[in-house]
Nanobody, 123 residues
Framework: QVQLVESGGGLVQAGDSLTLSCVGSGRTFSSDPMGWFRQFPGKEREFVAAITWSGGSIFYDDSVKGRFTISRDNTKNTVYLQMNSLKPEDTAVYYC?????????????WGYGGQGTLVTVSS
């Protein structure tokens, strides 16, 4: 069974940092782009960041550019999201995804997704 499992979410204060991890199992994702999305209550999942298989190309939503860093370790089948200078408006459930086909900013284009991890930023 192919799975992506996120971890690292929690409750932090504004200005704090947090690192999310997403481990893949059941197949290797070392040849696939991987990414992160987030979902606010009552809203659709929105794009946060994506990284190509080699890490040679990285993309961010403007709302996180300069604060969040996506990286990956293909030896561990893992993608990370380092989040700095967190704001209350970053509060959301964060999902990782892998193997997109089409518009990488649309979560529906990704072949695999995790169950999510909640990040809560208090003011």
């Amino acid at each position: 069974q192919v799975q992506l499992v996120e971890s690292g979410g929690g409750l932090v204060q504004a200005g704090d940092s947090l690192t999310l991890s997403c481990v893949g199992s059941g197949r290797t994702f070392s040849s696939d782009p991987m990414g992160w999305f987030r979902q606010f209550p009552g809203k659709e999942r929105e794009f946060v960041a994506a990284i190509t298989w080699s890490g040679g190309s990285i993309f961010y939503d403007d709302s996180v550019k300069g604060r969040f860093t996506i990286s990956r370790d293909n030896t561990k089948n893992t993608v990370y999201l380092q989040m700095n200078s967190l704001k209350p408006e970053d509060t959301a459930v964060y999902y990782c995804a892998a193997d997109p086909d089409g518009d990488y900013t649309d979560y529906r284009a990704w072949g695999y997704g995790g169950q999510g991890t909640l990040v809560t930023v208090s003011s």
